[in-house]
């Protein structure tokens, strides 16, 4: 009953005509930035988080939320349309190209569509009741457990996003010791700043996410010649009811996997697709034309990607740890609205809470109403060539790191990490773990010399306390696990070498 | 040596001994009572560890070549840096212009009738987010 007491009363603040017009506005910029080719999630909100500057801080999350999932739906329409992948739509590449290629695209865009929107109302269920829940575990959190939950964070990530944990290792450690540079909160000295006045506050989080994300991703398409066929054909959206019947299943299925996916640590919406999409060709009816372009490929892991994108906010507004690079974007745009996500934060600013999560279902409405329908227009961004567009990204770059503190230093730290971050691309280097490791870093240290200081120099706090005791195991069974996988592909290597060659990349790095 | 896993061991190695030599200047404390430079240092040497993994464990997989090419990031980089300078010393309407002349030699194909009128798109732009979003743009 409280719930949904919450709830409507999480409604009444999203329903004014205010927030209403941001959400949509968020929803349908985020798509057509997502449709841009090599723009994720990622790099479209770090795009257009100065666009909320300027908005109240309700409206600004509401926004912000709009842009994420639009981001992310527009990335799905790429992936089916053109077969361009983003790290969020790998999976919708598969089937959903296939069924373009039959020329079923009108029918693969209403199925993610709808399936976004199942996908969606399940996760909102389980934020809406999840969250207060996790909340009170929250304060159950010492300096230690915040320790071991940070790592475990890191250990996953890592492994999830590039596949090999010690690439995703090295690259969260350098976040973090990026994180360091500035001043010091303890004692005061200024560390890293080669004795520049406006490195004193740190480096700028939005200059890392461009560099390594916008500006790294432009030079990449540059490289490549990139030259894209606009998508020319019939789009044809209602789908028959048996059509329709075929997606409801695995609709749901990709749902309860993603909600459960996207709460864990290192989880979220790539994860959450390709579980999905496992499943299906387990479990459906139909999994026999799995992989040929069928509805059931397409609406799974659209439901799953979608809810474990909803619910991979409840760790960060229950505990305050980010899991991902997306939230912890999302965490540095509430902090600069003032607001410190964490256990308190729904007992402090109820409205914001609420509101946010009545606008997501809001926002699902919109996506499906406004987008889906549209979405043969929204197509036509294509017919722009890559040298009119990439041009125009490169200056909302720099508009986007000019604006945060209307400082033009700001873009050359941008144009730094850029050059960093196409090294980085270069060396096959992800991202992303960097991304998450600069955002926990200084949280990681502050708690880090907290329970230190608490054990007085004891490094046994770790083992004594029950939370962080059952973390770190877990991190110690994936690194022991993914070293016997190595020493197994290599010895494997050794006795047939030209045959395994191909397997022991994506076991062991 | 022109594999891809060894130069990326490297090039981790060199950023922790950057990070954590620097660290050793400020005050190390004792873990109980950590100055400034302990945490760094900590976070240097395991990620040294870890370089030095990599860059031993890339001689026992498969080698991949680098592959780069210097001029597209370099334009690009040129074409911000000069945003940056021109919008501080004169104004970032002359910026734009420059971005855009700039960076579209990186592009497949060049025009100068285009990049005018993508030039004028992006200052109209600009004038929008100044005047609707309130963001203080120099531009003029």
């Keep these: ?509 | 040596m022109n594999s891809r896993n060894f130069v990326r061991g490297v090039v981790i190695m060199a950023l922790a001994l950057l990070f954590g030599i620097v660290a050793l200047n400020y005050k190390l404390g004792t873990l109980g009572r950590s100055g400034a430079g302990m945490f760094p240092f900590m976070v240097s040497c395991a990620l040294f560890v870890v370089g030095l993994i990599t860059a031993v464990r890339s001689f026992f997989i498969e080698r991949l070549a680098v592959d780069y090419d210097v001029k597209n990031i370099a334009l690009v980089l040129a074409s911000l840096v000069g945003f940056a300078v021109i919008s501080e010393y004169l104004n970032m309407i002359l910026g734009i212009v420059f971005l855009v002349f700039c960076s579209t030699f990186a592009g497949t194909s060049y025009s100068v009738f285009r990049n005018i009128k993508i030039s004028v798109c992006l200052i109209a732009i600009a004038f929008a987010f100044k005047n609707f979003l309130g963001l203080s743009l120099p531009l003029y």
């Design chain 1, 1 to 509: 009953m409280e719930l949904l007491h919450n709830l409507a009363f999480g409604f009444e603040q999203a329903l004014t005509l205010q927030n209403l017009l941001y959400c949509a506005l968020g929803c349908t910029v985020g798509t057509l930035i997502g449709l841009l080719p090599g723009l994720g999630p990622l790099s479209t909100i770090s795009l257009l988080l100065p666009l909320t500057y300027s908005i109240p801080a309700g409206g600004a999350f509401i926004m912000l939320a709009g842009i994420y999932y639009g981001a992310q739906y527009g990335d799905s329409v790429s992936a089916i349309t053109m077969k361009i992948p983003h790290a969020s739509s790998i999976v919708a590449c598969i089937d959903g190209y296939q069924m373009t290629l039959k020329g079923k695209t009108g029918l693969a865009l209403f199925t993610a569509g709808i399936s976004s929107f199942i996908g969606g109302t399940v996760a909102i269920v389980v934020l809406a009741t999840m969250a207060p829940m996790l909340g009170e575990v929250g304060f159950l959190f010492g300096p230690a457990d915040y320790c071991a939950l940070m790592l475990l964070g890191f250990f996953c990530v890592s492994f999830v996003s590039s596949g090999s944990l010690l690439n995703g290792l090295a690259m969260a450690m350098i976040g973090v010791l990026l994180g360091m540079i500035g001043t010091d909160v303890n004692s005061g000295v200024a560390r890293y700043t080669m004795n520049l006045a406006f490195l004193q506050d740190g480096v700028g989080l939005i200059s890392i996410a461009l560099g390594c994300f916008g500006i790294a991703e432009v030079v990449k398409n540059l490289d490549n010649k990139n030259v894209l066929t606009p998508f020319n054909g019939k789009i044809k959206l209602m789908p028959t009811w048996p059509e329709f019947k075929r997606i409801l299943p695995s609709a749901l299925r990709g749902s309860v996997i993603g909600s459960v996916l996207g709460i864990l640590p290192g989880g979220g919406p790539t994860i959450a697709q390709f579980a999905a999409y496992a499943a299906d060709k387990k479990f459906s009816k139909y999994k026999h034309e799995i992989g040929t372009g069928c509805i059931e490929g397409v609406a799974g892991q659209a439901a799953a990607d979608e809810a474990a994108a909803r619910t991979s906010f409840i760790p960060l507004m229950a505990i305050g740890i980010p899991e991902n690079a997306v939230m912890a974007l999302m965490m540095a745009a509430f902090i600069v609205k003032g607001i410190q996500p964490g256990p308190n934060m729904i007992a402090s600013h109820p409205d914001l809470f609420w509101g946010l999560v009545a606008s997501m279902w809001i926002g699902n409405c919109f996506l499906v109403i406004l987008n889906v329908p549209l979405v043969r227009y929204w197509l036509s961004v294509f017919k722009i060539p890559y040298v009119v567009l990439f041009p125009a990204i490169l200056f909302f770059c720099c508009i986007g790191t000019y604006s945060i503190n209307n400082s033009l230093d700001d873009i050359y730290t941008t144009a730094v990490f850029g050059l960093i971050g196409y090294l980085f691309l270069r060396l096959d280097m992800e991202a992303a773990p960097l991304m998450l490791g600069f955002i926990l870093g200084p949280m990681l240290e502050e708690n880090f010399r907290r329970a230190m200081l608490l054990s007085r120099g004891d490094f046994n706090i770790f083992v004594t306390r029950p939370i962080s005791a059952t973390l770190l195991s877990v991190i110690s069974i994936v690194v022991i696990w993914q070293t016997t996988a190595f020493f197994r592909a290599a010895r494997k290597n050794r006795n047939k070498p030209a045959l395994v060659a191909e397997e022991v990349a994506p076991a062991a790095g």
